[in-house]
């Protein structure tokens, strides 16, 4: 072989070699890059997913709630968070680990709306709560007036009454009671007995009250100010009715016996004044009170 052509194979090979070098060291240029740019992206997503955890945390931190249910799910969710952040924190370039533990911040937002949206909710059910509880002390406040007054009053009442054909209640008659095992009623003045309370009371004959069907509500409120009973509620047009029991009777304009047995929560039977309201529907037809000692 000439020296000619050994020189030529010679810078062939020098050039290959160039090339290589060439390709390598953009290759090589190219990988660490990519791999800056990745782990600035896992870097980046890790701090955006710590935000957001400690945004849901600041907004537990800020809610004040009584409900003993909710205490218990904010504070597992809470546990929750702790364990992920801390997962984050430490976790290094694991893009696939990274994607999980987005997955869960995701359902942690999940939650954290539907709790919020569960306390709001509870919320606006006892300011309904409240609002009915002023209008029942409203109500109580206008039957001991009207209690002061009963006796020399007594008669324009009664006109009235008939004037507006609404039906006239007397005898009206609250106790405790207790449930025997063959299902008798019995009545007991031992406070620690009574599973239920009773009232009786007497629809008064009338001439000019329309026979039927009537809806009639019983309210019953305890020595706490509280509802006892059912504790339901009855729209009429835009009055809400909260009551204690309610009973469906036919009325024939004649004398007619009525009594209604309501169960009450545990502990919801204490000593002190109860007052009762009888309703026509939505029309109050009277009100008594009796005493549990």
């Not at 090589?28 to 990519?34: C, D, L, P, V, Y």
């Not at 218990?72 to 952040?85: D, M, P, T, V």
């Not at 999980?100 to 911040?105: N, V």
Request: aromatic share 6%; net charge negative; hydrophobic share 35%.
């Amino acid at each position: 072989m000439s020296e000619k052509k050994k020189e030529n194979i010679l810078k062939i090979l020098i050039g290959v070699l160039l090339a290589g070098l060439v390709i390598m060291g953009g290759y090589t240029f190219n990988f660490h890059r990519e791999k800056n740019e990745n782990e600035k992206y896992l870097e980046d997503e890790k701090a955006y997913l710590q935000t957001e955890l400690k945004e849901i945390q600041v907004a537990y931190d800020s809610l004040e709630v009584e409900n003993s249910s909710i205490k218990k799910s904010l504070q597992k969710e809470k546990q929750r968070i702790l364990a992920l952040l801390d997962s984050i924190n430490s976790l290094e370039s694991n893009y696939n680990q990274l994607k999980k533990y987005r997955q869960q911040a995701d359902q942690l937002k999940i939650e954290k709306q539907r709790l919020l949206n569960h306390i709001a909710e509870l919320a606006e059910e006892n300011q309904k709560l409240k609002t009915a509880i002023d209008s029942t002390n409203q109500i109580l406040q206008n039957t001991q007036q009207k209690t002061d007054s009963l006796n020399t009053k007594n008669e324009e009442l009664q006109q009235k009454i008939n004037e507006a054909s609404v039906i006239q209640i007397s005898e009206i008659h609250g106790e405790g009671v207790y449930l025997r095992k063959n299902g008798e009623v019995k009545p007991t003045r031992n406070v620690k007995r009574i599973e239920n309370m009773r009232i009786c009371f007497q629809l008064n004959e009338s001439k000019i009250a329309p026979a039927g069907n009537k809806n009639i509500f019983i309210q019953v409120i305890n020595p706490n100010n509280n509802l006892i009973g059912e504790k339901k509620k009855e729209l009429f047009d835009e009055k809400e009715l909260y009551y204690s029991a309610k009973t469906e009777v036919n009325y024939h304009q004649i004398n007619l016996n009525v009594c209604a047995l309501m169960d009450i929560a545990e502990n919801n039977a204490v000593e002190g004044k109860y007052i009762v309201h009888i309703f026509d529907n939505d029309v109050l037809l009277s009100s008594a009170s009796f005493i549990i000692e």
